[in-house]
């Protein structure tokens, strides 16, 4: 139990922190550095998680990891992204898993996976006229627990 609590540690440091672009039928488009296998399969689970519980589609969507966006980006559209997913991270219970974000040109989904099973969806759209991201809808339902999704073990 221990080491799974160590490894959800280690993965939100990880996914916050390894840049990387996952297609989302999973396939890896661009990265500095690798992600694990544990890393990438955790993701693609709590993503099919998420299609379960919502119905979602996302064959037209690019995963985005959160460390991809540079802290000197004058880009409008890039610093209100960061913002949204900074308030959401900061709104997050420590052992949460760290926002999860699929993006197309103009929409876009956030993927907040709670430690209690719970899942919070978050669209977004492109405003053209301001080039910013705006939340357009968030909800929430419970989705797959974690120990299910063999994310977390259970020793009781």
Excluded: C
């Excluded at 160590?6 to 916050?16: G, N, R």
């Excluded at 488009?29 to 996302?58: H, V």
């Amino acid at each position: 139990m221990i080491k799974r609590i160590l490894f959800l540690v280690f993965f939100s440091y990880i996914v916050l922190f390894i840049p990387a672009v996952v297609s989302a039928d999973d396939k890896v488009i661009e990265d500095e550095n690798r992600l694990s296998e544990q890393e990438l399969e955790a993701i693609k689970k709590i993503k099919k998680d998420f299609q379960k519980t919502y119905d979602l589609g996302l064959e037209d969507f690019k995963f985005v990891h959160n460390s991809s966006f540079d802290n000197k980006s004058s880009i409008q559209s890039k610093k209100s992204l960061k913002s949204i997913v900074m308030d959401i991270a900061n709104e997050s219970n420590f052992f949460d898993f760290p926002p999860i974000i699929y993006l197309n040109n103009s929409n876009g989904y956030i993927l907040e996976k709670k430690l209690n099973g719970e899942n919070v969806l978050h669209t977004l759209e492109l405003n053209n006229e301001k080039q910013i991201w705006e939340v357009k809808y968030k909800e929430s339902k419970q989705g797959a627990q974690l120990e299910d999704l063999g994310l977390i073990e259970n020793n009781n």
